[in-house]
C-alpha cells in the first residue's frame, strides 16, 4: 500500500467477541494497511478498561462525531443500527455488522435514503455467507429466482427470542425450529441470522420476504456451525453449497467468520452511496 495515502480512521461501535478480534487486529495491523482505530464503544464502557487505550474509548456514542472517523462498524446489536444508523451515515461510510436490522422495511428505507443523500456507503459483510457476491451478480442480472438458507447450530449457540429452545436436552439430534421467510425469522433470531440477512441484501429482488431461511437445533454439532445455501436461477441453473464454520460449544459466531469480517473492513473505503455488500 502507498503509504503516503491518507489513512483510514476506523470506529468500532461493540465489544464482544467479533469486536475485541477487530479492535485487536486494528491496533496490531492496522497502522501497515492504512488503517487507524478512532474509537471504540461499548454499551458497558467498564468492560474496555485496561484493554483498550483510554484515549479511544468513547463514552457516549451520540458524540461519534467527535471522533472523526472515515468508517464505523457496529458489531454488538441490531438496536444500534435503527438508534444511531442514520445519524452515522450522515459522517461517515457505515457496516452493519448486524444487517437482521435491515428487515425492517421503514428502517432499511431510511438509511437508503440517507446513504444516497450523503453519498456515503452502507456496508454488509459476507459473514458466514459463501457465495454471496455470486448471488448479488446473478440478482443483477435478472436471472434470480430463489434463495433458501440453513443454518443449523448446537442449541446452546441460539439466541431466540421466546422459549422456542427452553426444553432442548442432550443427545436430542436435530429440531427444526423455524421455516418461513427472512423477514420473519430476524426478529426472531436477530443474532444468529445475519447470514440470512446479507444473502437477502445480495438478493434485492427477492427482499427479505421472498429469501427462505430454516434455522436448525442439533446437538451433534459441538465443534461447529453448518450453513447451507441453495440458489435456483433461471434456465434450470442451481447451486447448493455446504459451510462448516468450525465454532465452540455456545459460541454464536463461528471462528472462520472473524477473518471474513476483516477482509470486509478492509473494503471499507468509499462505493457511493448504495448499500455495498462486502
Known amino acids: 500500500m502507498d503509504t503516503s495515502s491518507p489513512s483510514l480512521r476506523v470506529g468500532v461501535v461493540g465489544y464482544g467477541h467479533l469486536g475485541q478480534y477487530l479492535v ?45 472517523c472515515d468508517v464505523i462498524v457496529e458489531v454488538c446489536h441490531p438496536q444500534i443500527v435503527r438508534e444511531f444508523g442514520v445519524h452515522f451515515l450522515s459522517r461517515c461510510h457505515f457496516m ?17 435514503q440517507a446513504s444516497v443523500q450523503s453519498g456515503r456507503t452502507i456496508y454488509v459483510p459476507s459473514g458466514a455467507l459463501w457465495g454471496g457476491q455470486d448471488i448479488q451478480r446473478l440478482n443483477d442480472g435478472g436471472a434470480l429466482k430463489a434463495v ?14 421466546g422459549d422456542v429452545l427452553a426444553d432442548w436436552q442432550e443427545g436430542e439430534g436435530k429440531r427444526v425450529l423455524f421455516r418461513g421467510s427472512v423477514a420473519e425469522l430476524c426478529p426472531l433470531a436477530p443474532n444468529n ?4 440477512a446479507a444473502a437477502a441484501v445480495a438478493a434485492g429482488t427477492l427482499s427479505f ?6 434455522i436448525v437445533s442439533d446437538t451433534e454439532l459441538k465443534d461447529y ?41 478492509l473494503i471499507c473505503k468509499g462505493h457511493g452511496g448504495r448499500v455495498y455488500l462486502c
Open 193 to 196: 441470522v445475519n447470514t440470512m
Open 209 to 214: 420476504a421472498g429469501v427462505q431461511g430454516e
Open 148 to 161: 433458501f438458507v440453513r443454518m443449523s447450530k448446537h442449541p446452546s449457540c441460539y439466541r431466540l427470542r
Open 24 to 68: 485487536d487486529r486494528l491496533l496490531k495491523d492496522g497502522p501497515g494497511l492504512g488503517l487507524v482505530l478512532g474509537f471504540v464503544w461499548n454499551r458497558n464502557s467498564e468492560k474496555l478498561r485496561g484493554l483498550v487505550p483510554a484515549e479511544l474509548i468513547l463514552e457516549d456514542l451520540s458524540s461519534f462525531a467527535n471522533r472523526r
Open 96 to 112: 452493519v455488522g448486524s444487517p437482521s436490522a435491515l428487515s425492517d422495511l421503514d428502517l432499511n428505507q431510511k438509511l437508503q
Open 225 to 265: 456451525h453448518v450453513v447451507e445455501v441453495e440458489v435456483t436461477g433461471s434456465d434450470g441453473f442451481s447451486v447448493h453449497t455446504v459451510r462448516r464454520n468450525p465454532a465452540k460449544r455456545g459460541a454464536v459466531t463461528g471462528s472462520a467468520t472473524y477473518q471474513s469480517f476483516w477482509n470486509s473492513l
